[in-house]
């Protein structure tokens, strides 16, 4: 009898042909999930195992397992022989002290001699003469042994049925850059496109020395628990000072945020490019702020041919906190480090925004060469 | 570099250093050990103990505790001070005293915050005021870290004690010890100091008493530093204190004359149309705070590290915040609060130091104001 972590995965029993191309990336970041810790990763029918790790760290292989995209559900339970005797022993590990029980009975292994009654019954009466504070309700259990017979030699027993992340494995979906501030709500879009699968890139404007170290350490803390999801592990850093400086300078202070979110779109659309990434992703809800009205995203897409996801369009500021304190990122997005606009925000900045009138204020800068230049200056920053 | 920030922390000093090696690598041994290393460390602790006290107070009426530095201290104060009653401090001081006397009232100890002069420093009928039969507790600041006044805790200290001589009176002499002339009155119960303002390393401070006051401890354990701070020591902090505090004193005393020359010359070189002062001249001679009105110290402080020139905004301790408390206590509107920068002396700060970060200063506030 050895613990194992089981882990069912979510969705990819949909995909046909391509099967085979999903299974492998998810085992790919199965893997890269539990690096560092011993361990053993095997693949039977439908099911990946956990086994041979070391036991003290059982709890971190659960709660890495749990954020790996395309796990639908994982339990920590026994391998055994599938030996009446050896399934017993595992299955008192398994039932609870006392109160009431069921044994659930799943037999993948058809030619074994017992059906999943007759497995059911026999562990079921055993753990009941064994310890009388047990009692067995088959409709309201308070607790459930699983035992799963996958082949001749080989069988599983578990108590409990953790809910995964869901999702797609990581890698599977193409590849979208984010852009990402020190706020709430661009990690949970990145969260979100990788959980659909899609490799998340990272891309951080800021404008030193109107901004400081802090709240670039903020990104890199977001983007470390954000990689716990994604993998991703650098962070392209771009500094937009001289182009807030030649906006406030130049054009009207009502656009200064519209203009600047031109420019950091063009930005990103010209590192995407160089990344191979397919679309931008940003944290834009609909009339969250003045710069992510209709107009206002109309106006930043504008200067792009690649297409903006926005997974957080139609949520409210509510639903995306709850998501952030879920992945653990809210804590930190909350630390007050000032991200790039406050020292240069206009009183009153323009909510609807004319694409016309933003074009023409923004004809007053060089557009091309400030693009070039803040790509040029680009910085790649591992944690 | 130019360092203007030794308000926030020094560099250690040479002698420092040295002696904290010899602690690290040779007498490493744990001072409350009962062999010859443990005897001959206890030893060296004594002896630094003795000579730090005797730069402070006179030994014989007061006694020392080392603590991790001026915030333990300053708690130990306030919060074994203060026990029963009301407690009295003021607007200016530290966010070590000031958190501390917030925390009270979850106590049951009613805090008052008496309000500060728009230099940031009280005078003693202000506090006595506040001072009635139900007062256990008073603490102010000696020199206040953000603008550099000075209070004068001696007569502070005896106007309380006239009103209430039962109220423990304590003054945070971090920014004071080594900066201005220092000699506890016998109404003074407690003093908070601390080791890395003054070439010491960071994690060592003292907690300096009068004897026969009755303290209860902060920390308890093993009954180190006589039962009130229990936790082996620090010896190599606490030698290094004492050698840092050696050679310090070891200058000569004209060095204050020399230091407000130099914060002076900075004053005057600076561009009175972007800078105007907030230090009180008759204040530490090694701080000198003035404000950009209208644009972010923030801002301007990372522009002059960028030109090599390290200045402090509002107290280090506190920068999370965006206006300081303090500066806003001494009645400033937010657009003067916003734009603080502290310049903070060491010793061997130079006039011509002091000269070319005043034209750093110039700089980078035209630039902020040509560009923001």
């Not at chain 1, 983007?223 to 592990?233: C, E, N, P, Q, V």
């Not at chain 1, 950091?264 to 809800?285: D, N, P, V, Y």
């Not at chain 2, 203060?82 to 009232?105: I, M, Q």
């Not at chain 2, 915040?321 to 400033?332: E, Q």
């Amino acid at each position: 009898m050895e613990k194992v972590v089981i882990i069912r995965y979510a969705e990819i029993h949909l995909k046909g042909k391509n099967r085979g191309y999903f299974e492998r990336a998810f085992s790919m970041n199965l893997e890269k999930s539990l690096k560092g810790i011993r361990h053993e990763l095997h693949r039977t029918s439908g099911r990946y195992l956990v086994e041979k790790f070391d036991e003290a760290r059982t709890e971190e292989i659960l709660t890495r397992v749990s954020r790996v995209f395309g796990v639908y559900s994982y339990s920590l339970g026994y391998l055994t022989e599938s030996a009446m005797d050896a399934v017993f022993a595992a299955a008192k590990r398994v039932a609870p002290a006392s109160g009431t029980f069921k044994v659930e009975t799943h037999r993948g292994y058809k030619q074994y001699p017992l059906n999943s009654m007759q497995i059911s019954a026999e562990i079921g009466g055993r753990l009941l003469s064994e310890n009388p504070a047990l009692s067995v309700d088959v409709h309201a259990p308070s607790a459930t042994v699983y035992i799963d017979v996958r082949e001749s030699n080989r069988t599983l027993v578990f108590g409990s049925f953790e809910r995964g992340p869901g999702g797609m494995p990581v890698g599977t979906s193409g590849k979208g850059l984010l852009l990402i501030s020190g706020g709430i709500d661009s990690p949970v879009a990145g969260h979100m496109m990788a959980k659909r699968g899609m490799n998340v890139e990272l891309l951080h404007f800021h404008s030193y020395p109107y901004t400081n170290e802090g709240a670039r350490e903020k990104v890199m803390t977001l983007a470390g628990i954000l990689s716990d999801y994604t993998g991703t592990k650098t962070v392209s850093v771009v500094s937009v000072t001289r182009i807030q400086e030649e906006i406030h300078a130049k054009c009207a202070e009502e656009l200064n945020v519209t203009l600047l979110r031109r420019f950091m779109f063009r930005i990103a659309e010209a590192i995407a490019r160089k990344k191979g990434a397919q679309c931008l992703i940003t944290g834009e809800s609909l009339g969250q702020v003045a710069s992510q009205t209709i107009e206002g995203m109309t106006s930043s897409n504008a200067v792009v041919t690649l297409p903006v996801l926005r997974p957080l369009v139609g949520f409210d500021k509510d639903e995306i906190i709850e998501r952030a304190k879920k992945i653990g990122t809210y804590e930190t997005s909350v630390l007050p480090y000032e991200d790039c606009c406050t020292v240069f925000l206009p009183e009153f900045p323009a909510i609807k925004p004319k694409l016309s009138y933003v074009e023409e204020e923004e004809r007053k800068l060089d557009v091309q060469s400030l693009v070039e230049e803040a790509v040029a200056g680009k910085e790649e920053v591992s944690f | 570099m130019i360092y203007l920030d030794n308000a926030a922390t020094t560099r250690i000093c040479e002698a420092a250093m040295e002696r904290a090696r010899e602690l690290f690598t040779e007498n490493y041994y744990n001072p409350s050990a009962k062999y010859g290393g443990g005897f001959a460390v206890s030893a060296m602790i004594k002896k630094a103990r003795g000579s730090l006290l005797a730069q402070i107070a006179d030994p014989s009426k007061f006694e020392l505790i080392f603590t991790s530095g001026g915030t333990e201290g300053d708690n130990q104060a306030v919060f074994c001070g203060a026990r029963r009653g009301n407690a009295v401090t003021t607007e200016g001081e530290h966010a070590a005293v000031y958190a501390s006397f917030t925390e009270l009232k979850n106590r049951g100890v009613e805090p008052r915050f008496v309000p500060v002069r728009r230099d940031g420093g009280v005078d003693a009928q202000a506090i006595a005021e506040r001072v009635d039969e139900k007062t256990s507790f008073v603490s102010v600041i000696h020199v206040n870290n953000e603008t550099g006044a000075i209070n004068d805790v001696a007569a502070i200290a005896r106007a309380v004690k006239a009103k209430n001589p039962r109220v423990i009176f304590h003054a945070d002499g971090v920014q004071a010890f080594g900066k201005i002339p220092v000699r506890l009155t016998s109404d003074i119960d407690l003093y908070t100091v601390s080791a890395h303002k003054i070439g010491g390393a960071k994690g060592t401070g003292a907690l300096v008493k009068r004897k026969g006051l009755t303290l209860p401890p902060l920390l308890f354990g093993g009954g180190q530093e006589g039962g009130l701070r229990s936790g082996t020591e620090n010896p190599f902090g606490i030698v290094a204190f004492s050698a840092a505090a050696e050679e310090w004193f070891s200058r000569p005393s004209e060095d204050a004359a020399r230091i407000a020359a130099c914060r002076e010359a900075l004053f005057s070189a600076l561009d009175k149309t972007l800078f105007r002062r907030i230090s009180p001249e008759g204040g530490s001679p090694y701080i000198l705070s003035v404000s950009a009105v209208g644009m972010r110290g923030e801002v301007l402080q990372r522009m002059l590290w960028d030109r090599g020139v390290v200045v402090g905004t509002g107290s280090a301790c506190s920068s999370k915040h965006r206006f300081s408390r303090v500066i806003l206590a001494c009645g400033y509107p937010k657009d003067v609060a916003d734009g603080v920068l502290r310049l903070s002396f060491s010793r061997d700060s130079t006039r011509e130091e002091a000269l070319q970060a005043a034209r750093a200063c110039n700089e980078a506030a035209s630039e902020f104001s040509e560009r923001v």
